[in-house]
């Protein structure tokens, strides 16, 4: 893990530990891959995750998703379908939320049909954890985006 980038360096042990935590994917296959992002924001948890938790509306903090429509009631097993600006490898993508705790800050869809270049894309899985930090006197929230 500490090859990785957390755009200050390399993740820290604190980072490792929660994505040794939240982020499991099993063994993956010679043919699979795996990433992670760490994304420091200056502001507090209850912020961030404000944004963060919108199944509903990823729009609001993701710019290159231009719509979002949730299929059915916002729980757990709910699908969602966003189209995607031009520009990227896909036009649109159906998302099923798979958890969401807001006592522990974690986000987790799966990703499950949809007009993109996956090739099998019920098997792409994405993770976010936030957590709180203090760093050089100021609020942090660290976001870990796990695919």
């Not at 998302?95 to 986000?107: K, N, Q, V, Y």
Request: contains cysteine; hydrophobic residues 35%; aromatic residues 6%.
């Amino acid at each position: 893990m500490n090859e990785n980038s957390n755009g200050r360096g390399v993740i820290g042990s604190v980072e490792s530990e929660y994505i040794r935590r939240h982020h499991k994917h099993g063994d993956l296959a010679d043919h699979q891959c795996s990433s992670a992002l760490v994304k420091h924001i200056k502001a507090p948890v209850h912020l961030v995750w404000s944004l963060v938790r919108r199944f509903d509306q990823p729009q609001k903090y993701k710019p290159f998703i231009s719509r979002c429509v949730v299929l059915g009631n916002l729980e757990i097993g709910s699908l969602r379908e966003v189209d995607v600006r031009s520009g990227l490898p896909a036009t649109t993508s159906t998302e099923r939320l798979e958890l969401l705790d807001d006592d522990e800050h974690i986000f987790s869809i799966r990703i499950v049909g949809g007009d993109h270049r996956l090739k099998i894309p019920e098997k792409f899985k994405f993770c976010c954890t936030l957590r709180l930090v203090i760093w050089n006197s100021q609020v942090h929230t660290p976001v870990l985006y796990i695919s």
